[in-house]
């Protein structure tokens, strides 16, 4: 009997919803059967749960994440 594999984009959609305004938590993604949540550190990572949704929680430690922004003159 073979289980069914989780909607990945519903469970990320559900995270974000959920987990999106903690603190230093950065983002989130998809990996190979897996949820990664972006973390700023290991003492967010250690707030979060393991699993989610009945997948398996991939934590990414990134730091700080800035959106980059293209100077102005190299935008031409």
Known sequence: MSQSQP???AVKSAAK???GATPGVQ???IGHGTL???VQ???VRNQLP???QGV???FVVSGDIA???TPAHQTK
């Open 17 to 19: 919803a959920e987990f």
């Open 56 to 58: 398996p929680v991939d």
């Open 67 to 69: 959106a980059y922004r």
């Open 27 to 29: 983002g989130f993604g």
């Open 7 to 9: 909607d990945m984009r």
């Open 41 to 43: 550190s290991a003492d």
């Open 36 to 38: 990664r949540i972006y």
């Open 50 to 52: 393991s699993t989610f």
